[in-house]
């Protein structure tokens, strides 16, 4: 039996997270957050003081990764070794951090079977940045979730104004991520051909829910929502 399969794709900040949790709800999918999954990785890089760059050591922790997504309720809990890490994951270091190490080959590599593993038990929506592109290019439904850049820095600002950390840096880091992510040789950020791009700059999380629902619904086509 083929398995639904949507994926969104976007850039940081620009609501996947978000929007893709309540996709799933209203779809009655699992959500699997793969750049919780690259997180993750980056949060016990640094935990346990890995020299990331150093293939050999890379390797060796990798093969000891145990990472996996349970449901409490209906809300899916990231644990590491059976250890809810959720919490942790989303500070502005993890974030740069799991940047640069989701371009190392032998990261993506170690996390692909995951999320492949997930997408044969049951239907599911993927958020990440090559999620339509490279993990899954057979998707039932792909979408490409953008926004303006200022609007996106915004946002992360406001999500993380207990940090201390200035609009203006958060902005800059962003600007970098984006160019990072779009640039980097293995698996970058694009949108796929097929995928449907949606800018989320002035719409609300409803609003973005129910134009995807409407594509998926085949109430409307596939791409009279380019923009």
């Avoid at 794709?9 to 690259?38: F, M, Q």
């Avoid at 093969?63 to 250890?83: I, N």
């Avoid at 079977?113 to 490279?134: L, N, Y």
């Amino acid at each position: 039996m083929d398995r639904r399969i949507i994926t969104i794709d976007g850039p940081a900040g620009a609501g996947k997270t978000t929007v893709s949790k309540a996709l799933a709800r209203e779809l009655g999918c699992v959500y699997v957050d793969t750049g919780a999954l690259y997180r993750a990785v980056a949060f016990e890089i640094r935990c346990q003081h890995i020299n990331w760059e150093d293939s050999a050591q890379l390797e060796r922790f990798l093969a000891c990764l145990d990472l996996d997504f349970v449901m409490e309720g209906r809300e899916p809990v990231l644990t590491s070794s059976g250890r809810d890490i959720s919490a942790y994951i989303r500070t502005h270091e993890i974030s740069m951090l799991a940047s640069a190490t989701s371009a190392v080959p032998q990261v993506r590599k170690a996390l692909l079977g995951i999320q492949k593993s997930i997408a044969r038990e049951r239907d599911a929506v993927f958020e990440g940045r090559d999620m339509g592109t490279a993990v899954f290019p057979d998707a039932s439904y792909k979408f490409f979730l953008a926004a303006d850049v200022n609007v996106r820095a915004r946002r992360r600002f406001e999500e993380s104004n207990a940090s201390g950390i200035s609009f203006e840096k958060i902005l800059e880091d962003m600007v970098k991520r984006d160019s990072d992510d779009t640039r980097r040789a293995v698996s970058p950020l694009k949108q796929a051909p097929d995928a449907v791009l949606i800018d989320a700059t002035a719409l609300d999380v409803f609003q973005v829910v129910e134009k995807m629902k409407r594509i998926i619904n085949g109430v409307q086509t596939r791409f009279s929502d380019q923009i």
